[in-house]
């Protein structure tokens, strides 16, 4: 039976979150009271398909859950958003679980994880016609070869790519060489450029590949975004944060969107940083996704942090950059 048409197709992560609630981050050899204990459910991919389709996108997802009761809340809570899931249960596994320690005072959470080697995606999860029948696939860094495999479909298709890539994970190299839209951390691209200085390693980056855009997330910080000729920056939005959990989920679900509505580069980093803004006033993964009206409420009259980058920092990185490359 063919796939039906879809909008948008994740490939990747989900997880069951425990959240523990902290009045501040415990010292070593301590001894704390918690102030409260919620399970939810979250994961990279899985959380930005849960939000695109509440943003009204035709969502598909792709991933591995265990033979346990999180495996089926994770089938169920994809059934209830409409997501059109294709869940490989794994016979005695445990789907990948989290404990995740948020200090009430700022919001800012520590992520202790467990993924059993058996849910890692493999070629035999995939159907092209899953990945052809889609407007925009979405990938994490987790499982490479599969995400690889599934690219090169999409690439043959001119199907475009965009990447959630967080830590380097053995064999994303060869991924970065099927991405149109890497969305990184800092973190990611310090590591794999070795270039401290971001508005360096940014452009660097991007000169080896063919990406159309290379973006990456500063959380408090905003996102800035290079496509090989010139510098977009979004400040992040001032909200009042519970928990930071999720937010990076929902700024690539946010980019996901804009690049569909086909939205200019200035507005698309500016609604995935509301987006982002917005779920930290809740509590988990997918605890304060908004619709898209408080979005761009958020977005068009809502104030922000302080820019980490001035204007002209950014003209004259662009520059400098473009200088060098044609003394090159």
């Known amino acids: 039976m063919a796939a039906k048409h879809v909008d948008i197709l994740g490939i990747g992560l989900n997880a069951t979150d425990t959240l523990i609630r ?14 409260s204990v919620q399970t939810l459910l979250g994961g990279q991919t899985a959380t930005a398909m849960i939000a695109c389709a509440r943003w009204g996108l035709r969502a598909r997802y792709i991933g591995r859950i265990g033979d346990d009761e999180a495996g089926k809340l994770h089938s169920s809570e994809f ?46 999860d995939l159907r092209s016609d899953w990945v052809t029948s ?28 965009l990447a959630d890539l967080d830590t380097v994970y053995p064999g994303v190299r060869e991924l970065l060489g099927f991405l149109d839209y890497p969305v990184t951390s800092r973190e990611f691209l310090a590591r794999l450029t070795g270039e401290r200085n971001l508005l360096r390693a940014l452009p660097h980056l991007f000169s080896q ?4 855009m290379l973006c990456f997330t500063l959380g408090r ?12 920056y979004a400040p992040s939005y001032r909200v009042r944060v519970v928990d930071t959990t999720g937010a990076g989920d929902l ?15 200035q507005r698309t980093v500016d609604f995935s940083c509301a987006a982002a803004a917005l779920n930290c006033t809740g509590m988990g993964a997918r605890g304060g996704i908004g619709s898209l009206r408080e979005i761009e409420r958020l977005r068009l009259t809502g104030r922000r942090n302080p820019s980490a980058f001035r204007a002209g920092k950014l003209k004259e990185a662009a ?8 003394r090159r």
């Open 209 to 212: 590949f063919r990406f159309r």
């Open 22 to 35: 902290l009045p501040w981050f415990p010292a070593p050899d301590s001894k704390l009271r918690f102030l």
């Open 251 to 265: 700024f690539h679900a946010g980019f996901a969107l804009g690049l569909l509505k086909g939205w200019n580069w």
């Open 221 to 232: 910080g905003g996102a800035l975004a290079w496509d090989g000729t010139r510098f977009w």
């Open 134 to 161: 889609a407007r925009l696939l979405q990938l994490d860094g987790h499982d490479p070869r599969a995400g690889v495999i599934a690219a090169r479909w999409a690439q043959r298709a001119g199907i475009p790519v």
């Open 79 to 124: 059934h209830r958003a409409g997501v059109d899931s294709h869940l490989i249960r794994v016979d005695r596994c445990l789907s990948q679980r989290s404990f995740i320690l948020v200090d009430k005072r700022s919001g800012e959470r520590t992520v202790l994880w467990h993924r059993d080697p058996r849910l890692a995606l493999r070629r035999a």
């Open 319 to 326: 520059a400098a950059w473009h200088s060098r490359s044609r």
